[in-house]
């Protein structure tokens, strides 16, 4: 444990430890995407306080506890992941049962959204214990809040497609008509296929977060068709684990809009400007207005 997480603990310790903290608790508590020093304070006091810890990797989580000088003996470290969430949960109830604490951490952000944790939780529900989250690092809204996406429909998480080629073409031609804002989540071994599937969906934006809040973090936004060739261009923007935003449609615009909104444009603006700015604002076609742009100022009075 480095000094300053040492430090860190103390506050945590400090802030957090004259709050209530029940037992026969089970307490959902999101870890780190990336930055270590992205773990909250009462992260830090449950961490310490907790009688075991239901782990998606038990490697893994002992490695996070050992940077923040929390290391616990391996009994106390309890392996419940994809393939055995329901055995495992009668682990924990069990635990429950005897007045235990027990902590539920995922292998990065919070757990029970994409990652285990959602059967946990409602089993220790269903067996009448209390679930106490704490909140923290996500990769989904760290990404939304990164893209400029306006939000004004909201937002779908979708999480991963399909690894099958068919079913996720299927899955991209039905997001085509989703309207709104689409967060999805990929490996770096399937990011390519991702985005060829995507291409199809032309010029709606896409925005890409890269190995997020890490040393070599990137976060870009592209047109869908040009993200297999962005993807392309450098052999590291395939590394990492990455979470994309299909950016919320553009809401068609009403008959005559466009032309309305370049005459608009045409007056401040350069004609190529004018056109890209009136394609984001109408949902419109760049050709369809660059065609009705040049007919503006061809008509436009001397």
């Known amino acids: 444990m480095s000094a300053s997480f040492a430090q860190a603990l103390e ?5 957090a430890g004259s709050q209530n903290h029940p037992a026969s608790t089970l307490y959902v508590v999101a870890t780190p995407i990336g930055n270590l020093a992205d773990i909250s304070l009462r992260a830090l006091h449950v961490l310490s306080l907790v009688d075991a810890i239901a782990c998606e990797d038990t490697r893994h989580t002992q490695q996070l506890l050992r940077a923040y000088g929390l290391e616990r003996p391996g009994a106390q470290l309890l392996a419940v992941h994809q393939h055995n969430e329901a055995e495992a949960a009668q682990q924990v ?7 235990e604490r027990v902590a539920c951490v995922s292998d990065a952000g919070t757990p029970a959204i994409s990652d285990p944790g959602a059967r946990l939780v409602a089993a220790v529900r269903q067996a009448g214990h209390r679930v106490l989250p704490l909140p923290g690092a996500s ?10 996406m306006t939000g004004e429909q909201g937002f779908v998480f979708v999480g991963f497609l399909s690894s099958k080629a068919g079913e996720r073409q299927q899955a991209v031609q039905a997001l085509a008509q989703e309207s709104r804002a689409v967060v999805l989540l990929e490996a770096p071994h399937r990011i390519e296929a ?10 709606r934006r896409v925005t890409v977060g890269r190995e997020l809040t890490k040393q070599f973090e990137q976060i870009e936004t592209v047109p869908a068709q040009d993200l297999p060739a962005w993807l392309a261009d450098r052999p590291e923007r395939q590394r990492g684990e990455f979470v994309l935003v299909l950016h919320d449609a553009p809401v068609a615009a009403a008959p005559g809009e466009g032309v309305r909104v370049l005459q608009l444009l045409l007056s401040e603006l350069p004609l190529k400007t004018a056109v890209r700015l009136a394609a984001e604002i109408t ?10 742009a040049l007919d503006l100022k061809k008509n436009a009075p001397a």
């Open 139 to 148: 990769s989904v809204t760290t990404v939304l809040s990164a893209s400029g």
């Open 11 to 15: 506050a945590a310790h400090a802030a």
């Open 283 to 292: 949902g419109q076609p760049k050709n369809q207005l660059y065609d009705q």
């Open 194 to 203: 991702l985005a060829q599937a995507l291409a199809g969906l032309g010029e």
């Open 93 to 99: 109830i069990h635990r429950l049962a005897q007045g």
